[in-house]
């Protein structure tokens, strides 16, 4: 009976590499690879930005829409760790936003929105206009001009590709690798926002940033998948996509 009771009994190092849960080594691939690329691509693009203003139309949408690439890699290390190590995406993470997910994560992006614009209000009298104002999306807006087809494709990054990659590594494996050693949810949900704000690069709102990273991190929280906290990524992240179509 003892010898059943062995062979019955869970593997104690089921969803461990090296003797670590693979979403923590997944979630450092995708960041590692989001700064490695991030540098190659500072190397490769300097003189290509310098002159920028004297290049065509046509050359500039690609050189500004590569800034994009170093994002898109953060879902990678997950997803690869999923299809290797875990039982698949839907599964592991939820990736597939069903009614209750888009309920509540409409919800949560809605409050996201809400928090950044009160935190980003208070930001503004601390550093002022030009600090807060300046950002990743208004160098692009301005780089892109009135080029529309790169202006949608710009959007439908914002919109679409960064809350699935930047929720598949934060809500996903850094999710489910803290959950794994039974840290406290809400500790959970403070940490992977901390990250979250720190990897937009942006000192002068990461307060918002973080706000914001909580707020979306609630619907990851209430519902315990992924796919919600990518609804709620892809709300708050809607209306500065659609503020690329009407900045000069």
């Known amino acids: 009976m003892g010898r059943e009771h062995e062979d019955n009994a869970p593997e104690v190092r089921d969803g461990l590499v ?30 290509s930005v310098d002159d920028l203003p004297a290049r065509a139309s046509t050359e500039i949408g690609p050189i500004i829409l590569l800034a994009f690439l170093p994002n898109l890699l953060l879902g990678l290390g997950p997803a690869i760790g999923s299809w290797l190590r875990g039982r698949g995406l839907r599964a592991d993470y939820g990736l597939i936003p069903n009614a209750r997910d888009l309920k509540v994560g409409l919800a949560c ?36 001009g009135d080029e529309l087809v790169w202006l949608i494709l710009a959007a439908l990054v914002v919109v ?10 934060f809500r996903g494996a850094m999710w489910n690798s803290l959950a794994f050693y039974r840290v406290p949810q809400w500790a959970i949900l403070l940490l992977t926002a901390l990250v979250f704000a720190q990897v937009h690069g942006e000192p ?20 315990g998948r992924t796919g919600a906290s990518m609804v709620a990524h892809a709300a708050n992240n809607l209306p500065p996509a659609l503020l690329l179509f009407t900045m000069p």
């Open 18 to 47: 090296f003797g670590v849960h693979w979403g923590f080594l997944a979630f450092f691939a995708g960041l590692g690879g989001y700064y490695l690329v991030s540098l190659v691509l500072a190397a490769v693009l300097t003189g």
């Open 109 to 144: 992006g809605g409050f996201a929105l809400l928090v950044g614009y009160l935190l980003n209000l208070v930001l503004l009298a601390v550093y002022g206009p030009e600090s807060v104002n300046s950002g990743p999306l208004v160098e692009l807006a301005s780089g892109l």
């Open 160 to 169: 679409l590709a960064a809350p699935v990659t930047e929720e598949l590594l």
């Open 204 to 223: 002068s709102r990461m307060i918002a940033l973080f706000g914001q990273g909580v707020a979306i991190g609630v619907a990851r929280l209430v519902t």
